[in-house]
């Protein structure tokens, strides 16, 4: 299960506007690498919508069957808001659907969505 948490205004290849909905996966517990440390963080994702900025709004606390799940992906960089740390990853969360694999997701899909 995923909460809705908030929603971000995009643009899409068009200079259109459209709004993601950003999903949390609730709590998880990670032991760190470095320091060997036990941590909680939580998996989060966005996924694009065909909502209007007021029912994005409605949204928030919509609780969808499903998990975030981690997806392998090309390397990319990333600054940790908080430390400032650029880190290099290479996975991204992405959303799925009660019953739906990760094949399904990325080869029935539109490859645009799953990554994002």
Known sequence: MVTV?????????E????YSLILHGGITIIQSKQSGSYY???????IPS????QTCKSMIGEKLQGSIQKQ????????????G????LN?????????????E?????DPQEVLQ
């Not at 065909?50 to 900025?53: I, L, M, P, R, V």
């Not at 392998?72 to 430390?83: A, S, V, W």
């Not at 996975?91 to 990760?102: D, I």
């Open 40 to 46: 909680a963080t939580s998996r989060r994702c966005s």
């Open 85 to 88: 740390e650029i880190v290099e």
């Open 5 to 13: 948490i908030g929603f971000v205004p995009r643009k899409n290849q």
């Open 105 to 109: 997701a990325i080869f029935e899909g």
């Open 91 to 103: 996975h991204r969360w992405v959303y799925l659907p009660e019953g739906a694999s990760m094949e």
């Open 72 to 83: 392998n992906c090309e390397p990319y960089e990333f600054t940790d808001e908080n430390t």
């Open 15 to 18: 200079g259109e506007k459209f």
């Open 50 to 53: 065909t909502f209007d900025e």
